[in-house]
């Protein structure tokens, strides 16, 4: 299958520390990359220099051959990427629909002047948008409250309208940043089959997560980073078997994988 | 409603919202707005007709060319406080110089009417051009900046703005000022016969229709997915930019054209005082306008529109305090921005919302 993601050697450093360091990374088209790795491993920063937050310092990454390194963040979405925030990041004092409304940015067609005086094009790309928000809202089972400010939603509610409003850029590369962070365990089996469902429609996933449960029965391959740099890379069975893995999640050589994971 | 459906819907396996998604199963809260409402475009014409009929009778329920006048002052601060609304409340960038804008307007308009003898008209859509081009060089000077950093560098340029008026003066003729300005030309409007924008109602009728006009315009914009966009910046640029959204390009936006629309209020300030000073566009025409959107309700439509209204009558109506006018003002203005942080719209809305709860209507 074609690579959709490839990065090679990324690096960035905060001051006195090497945040990420010689990430190399191909995923597939179509397929489910973990990250994992202890905490301060680097996941996040990766993700922000991934999706545009941040700017490498060096290495290369490409998104379908499209080169991003030197990229905003905004001309990273117009080439197909979505990414979802550790810390919830939804606009809180809008409404559902409004938030997922603000995902479709990037797709409106309506001549200039009728956004001035509302026209037939106007009318018929309103009533589009609002339909495709609603099924994106129907698709995380948050139709009911597109009414209600995001604000007032419960914390794995707010995971789910993050995936809502970044799926409404129609995303080829789907980036979450911990999904299952705060979720209760049946929120977290709604996710994994939520995710499923959305690689089945054949957009690209990169999930950091901790939560390994979901890791080992939603990823094709799993990344494992530890101190800004790459671990090992595998498959969830592989990576359970990994010794260097359990080491970095426990701090000792203990050779019993089901202890750690 | 028409359109295909998104890719990402499975029609068949859509979970119905309670049943297939435990998420949605768990909430109890109801609903703030039903979901068919936030759906369905509002119906807006009568308000809009409400609102011509106001304009029409008003200037025969306030009689006097006084309180005409205060009229005219009171329909030009409808357009100030829109056109601050749009970048604070719309777009959340805080601009604490909006009157620099307003000025620029009544200068370039004034000085082509005066010193180069372009007609009213001409000179109306150059000082617009001028004031709009102003506010992009500063959303671009200002573009990195945020919160309280852009807040002190809009005021700076309002401050630069003054100190150029007060001292250019072979164009502006400084703090002497400029006099002897002249209202719009009289229209010939068919059967109503001529107006003369020297009567304070004619030009309220003028200036009162425009700002219908800019509040129709601003009222399409925020319900587009212009205003999507303005409000996703508001709310969380970061977020706003891993949608798309430009966030420089469109704060310039927002700026820019609210610089416009105050631009296009400073046409009409110079005609209808007679002079021209800088001292009328100084720091704390700003903080008035800030207050108008603040009082009213920031990021609501009708909410600048009722502060401009009530700030402008407010101090007239005081009249009968003497001294202590600007004390109550003040005092009121604080109490004000106390017990109804959210503006009078807001305050207005949650009253509506306990008469619903009590089934009084």
């Given at each position: 299958m074609a690579i959709l993601l490839k990065t090679v050697d990324l690096r960035k450093r905060f001051g006195g520390v090497q945040a990420v360091q010689g990430v190399s990374l191909s995923v597939e088209e179509r397929s489910i990359l973990a990250v994992i790795g202890p905490n301060g491993a680097g996941k996040s920063t990766l993700m922000n220099l991934l999706s545009g937050v941040y700017q490498p310092d060096a290495g290369s990454l490409e998104l379908a051959g499209h080169r991003m390194a030197g990229l905003p963040a905004h001309r990273r979405a117009r080439l197909g990427l979505a990414r979802t925030f550790q810390k919830i990041r939804l606009f809180r004092q809008l409404s559902l629909l409004d938030n997922v409304l603000a995902g479709a940015h990037l797709h409106h067609q309506i001549p200039l002047w009728q956004y001035a005086l509302p026209a037939g094009r106007f009318w018929s790309d309103w009533a589009r948008s609002r339909d495709e928000a609603m099924a994106l809202l129907e698709f995380v089972g948050l139709a009911g409250r597109a009414g209600e400010r995001a604000g007032a939603l419960s914390y794995g509610e707010q995971r789910l309208l993050e995936i809502a409003r970044a799926l409404a850029t129609r995303p080829r590369l789907f980036m979450l940043d911990e999904p299952a962070a705060g979720l209760n365990a049946s929120e977290v089996g709604f996710l994994l089959e939520r995710l499923r469902e959305i690689r089945a429609r054949g957009i690209t996933l990169v999930v950091v997560e901790h939560n390994m449960d979901l890791v080992m029965n939603l990823a094709d391959r799993v990344f494992v980073m530890d101190?800004?740099?790459?671990?090992?890379?595998?498959?969830?069975a592989a990576v359970q078997r990994e010794s260097r893995v359990i080491e970095a999640y426990l701090g000792v050589d203990v050779n019993r994988p089901e202890v750690a994971l | 409603m028409s359109g295909a459906l998104p890719p990402l819907t499975p029609p068949e396996r859509a979970p119905s919202a309670a049943a297939a998604s435990p998420v949605a199963a768990s909430h109890a809260l109801p609903s703030s707005e039903p979901a068919e409402r936030v759906l369905r475009p509002p119906l807006r014409w009568p308000g809009y007709v409400a609102a011509l009929l106001l304009i029409a009778l008003l200037p025969f329920a306030l009689k006097g060319a006084y309180w005409q006048g205060i009229l005219v002052v009171c329909a030009m601060n409808v357009l100030l406080a829109m056109s601050l609304n749009l970048v604070i409340g719309d777009c959340g960038q805080l601009n604490l110089g909006q009157s620099a804008f307003f000025a620029i307007g009544a200068y370039v308009s004034t000085v082509l009417l005066k010193s180069h003898g372009?007609?009213?008209?001409?000179?109306?859509?150059?000082?617009?051009?001028?004031?709009?081009?102003?506010?992009?060089l500063l959303a671009a000077f200002a573009a990195r900046l945020r919160g309280h950093y852009l807040g002190i560098a809009s005021l700076g340029f309002a401050v630069i703005v003054y100190q150029v008026l007060v001292n250019w003066e072979s164009v502006t003729q400084g703090v002497r000022g400029i006099y002897g300005i002249r209202p719009p030309p009289p229209m010939t409007l068919g059967p109503l016969g001529v107006i003369e924008f020297s009567n304070p109602a004619h030009l309220f009728y003028l200036v009162a229709l425009i700002a219908l006009l800019v509040y129709g315009v601003l009222d399409n914009l925020m319900r587009s997915p212009v205003g999507e966009t303005l409000r996703s910046i508001r709310e969380?640029?970061?977020?706003?930019?891993?949608?798309?959204?430009?966030?420089?390009?469109?704060?310039?936006?927002?700026?820019?054209?609210?610089?416009?629309?105050?631009?296009?209020?400073?046409c009409f300030y110079p005609g209808f005082v007679g002079t021209l000073v800088p001292d009328a566009f100084s720091i704390v025409e700003s903080f008035t306008m800030l207050a108008m959107v603040i009082v009213g309700g920031l990021g609501t439509r009708v909410g600048p529109v009722i502060g401009a209204v009530v700030l402008t009558f407010l101090p007239e109506l005081l009249r009968d305090f003497g001294d202590w006018r600007l004390m109550v003002y003040g005092i009121a203005l604080t109490l004000c921005v106390l017990f109804m942080p959210g503006g009078m719209v807001q305050a207005w809305q949650l009253v509506r919302a306990r008469w619903a709860r009590q089934g009084v209507h």
């Open positions: 101190r800004g740099v790459p671990l090992f890379e595998g498959t969830p | 372009w007609p009213f008209w001409w000179a109306v859509p150059a000082a617009i051009l001028a004031a709009g081009a102003l506010g992009l969380d640029e970061i977020s706003a930019a891993s949608l798309g959204v430009n966030p420089a390009r469109w704060k310039a936006f927002s700026v820019g054209l609210g610089a416009a629309i105050a631009g296009l209020a400073g």
